[in-house]
């Protein structure tokens, strides 16, 4: 699995919510995870997902292109998210 991101998103995704983009690739590999698709037109499919990486819940979204993970964002769940992860 290949798993990619934009520098630059990312640099300000960390600013913004203090979440490194290379953490966030261990998502993919919670087995509780929760996804969905959003349904937003952004010209592409993106999913959002819900998981625990280093002992946070984090809410994360990102798009398949070909063969990699594309991780467009990444922030702690907030109480909603969180819920609905532990209600699986």
């Known amino acids: 699995m290949e798993i990619e991101w934009d520098k630059n998103k990312a640099a300000s995704n960390f600013s913004k919510h203090n979440i490194d ?50 991780i467009i964002s990444a922030r702690r769940a907030n109480k909603n998210e969180r819920k609905q992860y532990y209600q699986g």
Do not use: H
Request: hydrophobic share 35%; aromatic share 12%.
């Open 21 to 70: 983009f290379e953490d966030v690739k261990n998502i993919f590999l919670a087995p509780n995870r929760l996804e969905r698709e959003d349904k937003r037109n952004y010209g592409e499919t993106r999913i959002q997902v819900i998981g625990i990486v280093n002992q946070l819940v984090l809410f994360v979204v990102y798009t398949k292109r070909e063969n990699r993970y594309r």
